[in-house]
């Protein structure tokens, strides 16, 4: 029932609308799909955690609403709490509900971060080894008759600039005619 009801609407409508705005606080603006960057880190965290009950600091955070969801969608129990985590009435509920684990904001900030630093562990495997003839791009273009040409880009065509630009690195793999997203 709670795929249907929830979850199911939720992947519909964040596939449907990914740059629809989400929800706004504190002067921050998130999307559909920022918000749902928000969700999975802490959806793996719980899964790590092996828990079956969460606290949940109520905080002016969207994370905080990010923690929520994960855990309604990571068959997690949340228990929203106000106060701070070491206040009697936090360690009361946790107590007497058997919760062993306390989210907060700062914490869920960590586990973005740690997925973010995942990232570029993953890129900076250390283990790079392209050679300079290994072709990384092939782009397509047709001629107003409709050939087709490829021209083959290697990885020695790819140059350096004085600082990373993502315009920069695509307009050397993209034709010409491609229009960029990237504005820095």
Do not use: W
Not at 77 to 102: F, H, M, N, Q, Y
């Amino acid at each position: 029932m709670l795929y249907n009801n929830i979850i199911k609407p939720f992947i519909e409508e964040v596939s449907a609308n990914p740059d629809k705005t989400a929800a706004k606080m504190g002067g921050k603006v998130v999307t559909n799909s920022q918000f749902t960057q928000l969700v999975a880190p802490i959806m793996n965290e719980m899964d790590a955690l092996s828990v079956d009950r969460v606290c949940i600091m109520m905080e002016d955070e969207l994370s905080v609403f990010a923690a929520l969801m994960a855990g309604v969608f990571n068959n997690v129990t949340v228990i929203p709490v106000a106060g701070t985590p070491d206040s009697p009435s936090t360690r009361e509920v946790c107590t007497k509900l058997g919760v062993s684990e306390i989210l907060t904001a700062h914490r869920m900030h960590y586990y973005f971060r740690m997925t973010f630093e995942d990232a570029l562990c993953r890129i900076d495997n250390g283990l790079h080894q392209v050679a300079d003839e290994k072709p990384v791009c092939i782009t397509v273009s047709e001629s107003e008759t409709g050939q087709l040409s490829f021209k083959e880009i290697f990885a020695r065509d790819l140059t350096v600039s004085r600082r990373f630009s993502y315009t920069f690195f695509f307009s050397q793999l993209l034709p010409k005619h491609t229009k960029l997203c990237f504005t820095f």
